[in-house]
Nanobody, 117 residues
Framework: HVQLVESGGGSVQAGGSLRLSCVVS????????MAWFRQTPGKEREGVAR??????YYADFAKGRFGISHDRAKNTTYLQMNSLKPEDTAMYFC?????????????WGQGTQVTVS
């Protein structure tokens, strides 16, 4: 049974930082593409960052501010978010997929809310 459990969301002032965590069970995360998505009410879910095999790809709005990483020993994927802006306010989801296409992720967490004021 695959489970992805996010944590680390919260409320922060603009310019602040948060680190989101995604603990994975039921699959070996480093053998999959791991990603973070976000969604705000009334909008489609959008990809934030993804990583596989040590490489990383970021959406334009995340470049230079966010960092995705994976701790193999803990089977945990992180999203470090710096210089947060009010427009980063969203529910953030962790996802795992066999490939890294944005539409290919088939395992999802429940999400963690990030609010930037």
């Amino acid at each position: 049974h695959v489970q992805l459990v996010e944590s680390g969301g919260g409320s922060v002032q603009a310019g602040g930082s948060l680190r989101l965590s995604c603990v994975v069970s039921g699959l070996t995360a480093n053998r999959h593409c791991m990603a973070w998505f976000r969604q705000t009410p009334g909008k489609e879910r959008e990809g934030v960052a993804r990583t596989v095999g040590g490489g990383a790809y970021y959406a334009d709005f995340a470049k230079g501010r966010f960092g995705i990483s994976h701790d193999r020993a803990k089977n945990t994927t992180y999203l470090q978010m710096n210089s947060l802006k009010p427009e980063d306010t969203a529910m953030y989801f962790c996802a795992a997929g066999d490939t890294c296409a944005w539409t290919s992720f088939n395992y999802w967490g429940q999400g963690t809310q990030v609010t930037v004021s």
